[in-house]
């Protein structure tokens, strides 16, 4: 059990940290299969280019709409906007921008692996570049038939033949493209979090708090909503079958459940570490704790908008 406890630790510690590893790895391992197994290039002149960017491009497009979908942030963001009367809350401009921004960030992380392995491994764009008509010009230079012969290249198994040098060039293209996106997405992330750290009104040591706050909230919220619903579902099961009138249940509104499933934002003179926290500590039943002045969103913040019951929505 022991084991057990320090294995759950290390998982709540840096859960962040393994999904992406997760994700990473995932998406490599899934590149690897398809330029083996699937991919077969056709080493036709029409054909080439297409074939090659639609597996090196649409997986990845799709990966970016799913991180779009797992992120609880997006369902946060977009429920309720086409309701009737929603449109003024759902129009908050910038905030929203600033917000959807953050999700885009973080579902790219999957689609740029994806990109960034197959050009490592060299297969799909190795297809498309020899169908290419621009970088014909440039691998075709000083060299007599290559016209003819480069949509063969990637279908070249003669290790004799003059192909190889033009497999080998493009092979190098890709490879090289693949290691300045790691390293471009690598320096990316290190100064936006480390921006994002610098302008943090919040010091470290409340910021590991502060998550083992949600996380502990959540916990409790999951639990106590599955008591409260299970206890209101047998009352009305009972009363069905008695034919008698249930008592009465204190349940929260919908404007209740709307206010505290709104987007986080931080305002120094009232540090509320979620929602549900701002909710409970409003100075009146009948305030809206949805936006007041001084409230501002802050990407180092992100975290708690992200936290739910379940880390994916239910779709």
């Not at 639609?54 to 086409?82: E, I, K």
């Not at 740029?112 to 498309?128: D, M, N, P, Q, R």
């Not at 919040?202 to 409260?228: C, M, P, R, T």
Request: hydrophobic share 40%.
């Amino acid at each position: 059990m022991e084991k057990f406890k320090t294995v759950l630790d290390l998982h709540l510690k840096y859960s962040s940290a393994l999904g992406y590893g997760l994700v990473t790895l995932l998406t490599a391992s899934g590149e690897r299969i398809f330029s083996t197994v699937v991919f077969q290039c056709p080493c036709s002149a029409t054909w080439n280019l297409p074939y090659g960017l639609v597996f090196l491009l649409v997986p990845a497009l799709v990966l970016f709409l799913l991180g779009y979908m797992l992120s609880s942030r997006t369902w946060r963001l977009l429920t309720g906007c086409c309701a009737p009367g929603a449109r003024v809350r759902c129009s908050s401009g910038l905030r929203g921008a600033q917000v959807f921004a953050q999700i885009s960030v973080a579902a790219a992380l999957a689609p740029l692996t994806w990109v960034a392995v197959a050009l490592l491994g060299g297969s799909f764009y190795e297809c498309a570049a020899s169908g290419s008509k621009v970088l014909e010009q440039y691998l075709c230079r000083n060299r007599t038939g290559c016209t003819d012969q480069l949509p063969l290249v990637p279908c070249s198994k003669d290790q004799k033949s003059d192909l190889q040098d033009l497999l080998k060039e493009l092979k190098a293209q890709s490879q090289v493209l693949g290691w300045i996106i790691i390293a471009a997405v690598i320096i990316v992330v290190v100064i936006f979090t480390s921006v994002c750290r610098c302008l943090s009104p919040v010091s470290f040591l409340q910021l590991k708090f502060w998550k083992i706050y949600l996380e502990n909230e959540q916990e409790i919220f999951k639990s106590q909503a599955k008591e409260h619903a299970t206890e209101l579902a047998k009352e009305n099961i009972k009363c069905f079958f008695e034919c008698s009138h249930p008592k009465e249940y204190n349940t929260p509104s919908i404007k209740d459940w709307q206010q505290i499933s709104t987007l986080y934002t931080f305002n120094p003179k009232d540090q509320y570490y979620s929602m549900l926290h701002k909710y409970v500590n409003r100075k009146k039943e009948s305030d809206s704790i949805k936006s007041s002045e001084g409230d501002v969103m802050l990407p180092v913040l992100g975290f708690v908008d992200s936290s739910g019951i379940n880390s994916s929505p239910g779709l």
